[in-house]
């Protein structure tokens, strides 16, 4: 089990978690499982969904008396590999198209936290991915809310140019707007060996969002090697961060949340 303390919030990502369940069920099972919140990748299969497919989504999760905390910008096809459009000239138009959806989505549940992929090389265009950037930075102002930039791992996403700490940094720092900030996957982080718990302490002013899964294997939390209670710890006392911490993390079967009752 894993020591939880005091100050810490969780919400459920729905696109990793009860994917035994259709999409508009899973909003209903994470508030059954004791979450007030939840998250999601780009839930449709196109950039600008109809109005029934997205007021079937706002329904389902008001329904179930959850918030929605954070969601990605449509990333192209990430079951088949693809993670994100920001970068990608072939992939460019299909982001600015979806940026008002998803800022309009967003704004009617509350959500604050939009992540936007950077897109798989090799061909990929930094220039382009700081006007992207700006753009959905600048939307996403309208709502209040912060477009986050995250790191991968490059094991599992070899194509994926910012698999860094440091990279993400960069780039936000070149986007300049004040509501783009670092989304700390920490899963990603550790398993490209950064410490951790040293970016807790040292950047934590710096995260618009944090997600967790245990390396290896991804799974939850006591699953792996990763210090979470000491990793928990540090992310309550974090002067910094007040947001809410993701579970991207996967699980089969009864269980799934047990470490939370340590």
């Known amino acids: 089990m894993t020591r939880v303390p005091e100050g810490l919030t969780f ?22 499982a004791g979450f007030d919140a939840v998250e999601l990748w780009w839930p449709f299969g196109g950039p600008d969904p109809s109005g029934a497919e997205l007021a079937a989504l706002r329904q389902a999760v008001e329904d179930a008396g959850v918030r929605l905390v954070g969601l ?23 982001f600015q198209v979806n940026i008002d959806a998803a800022v309009r989505l967003a704004g009617e549940l509350g959500c604050t936290v939009l992540n936007a992929l950077y897109g798989n090389g090799p061909g990929t265009d930094r220039d382009l991915a700081v006007v992207n950037l700006r753009r959905a930075a600048d939307a996403a102002a309208g709502i209040g809310a912060t477009v986050v930039v995250e790191a991968l791992n490059s094991h599992e996403n070899p194509r994926y140019p910012i698999t860094s700490s440091q990279a993400a940094f960069e780039l936000i720092e070149q986007v300049d707007r004040a509501n783009v900030a670092f989304l700390a996957d920490l899963y990603h982080l550790h398993r490209m060996g950064e410490d951790v718990l040293a970016l ?38 974090a002067a910094g961060y007040r947001g809410h911490v993701g579970l991207e993390y996967r699980h089969e079967g009864p269980g799934a949340f047990d470490w939370r009752r340590a």
Not at 212 to 226: E, F, K, N, T, Y
């Open 11 to 32: 919400d459920v990502n729905l696109s990793i978690l009860f994917t035994g369940l259709p999409l508009l069920e899973r909003p209903a099972a994470a508030a059954k």
């Open 200 to 237: 807790i302490d040292r950047h934590a002013d710096r995260f618009g969002h944090v997600q967790i899964a245990d390396d290896p294997g991804r799974g939850a939390p006591g699953s792996g090697r990763m210090p979470y209670g000491e990793i928990f710890a540090r992310l309550a006392a």
């Open 72 to 94: 990605n910008f449509d990333a192209g096809d990430m079951a088949a590999g693809e993670r994100g459009l920001l970068a990608r000239p072939d992939g460019s138009a299909r």
